[in-house]
């Protein structure tokens, strides 16, 4: 009995790494020295020409790009996706 609790405790464990490590997958742009904030999260997972834009316009300074940090104590800049114009009558 006690094998099958210590069994299934580690499957949960191994379980819930692999939800949060496909969760923490977006991509964030490193911003350098003199940058508002220490990451930019680009809004998606490729590192494109746009979202780098869109990061320096926000103040980052791009020196590299990472995996988002879910660390507190981490700086973020974000840039904010273009939602689709309506179409007014």
Known sequence: MRMIKRFLVAA??????GAFS??????????GSGS???????GGSNDT?????ACEARGCKVSGYTSCSGAVNIKMC???KEQPKSCSR
């Open 49 to 53: 020409q746009d979202a780098r834009k």
């Open 78 to 80: 974000h840039v904010q």
């Open 22 to 31: 496909s969760a923490s997958a977006e991509l964030c742009y490193l911003c």
């Open 12 to 17: 949960a464990l191994v379980a819930g790494a």
């Open 36 to 42: 508002r904030c220490e990451q930019c999260r680009a």
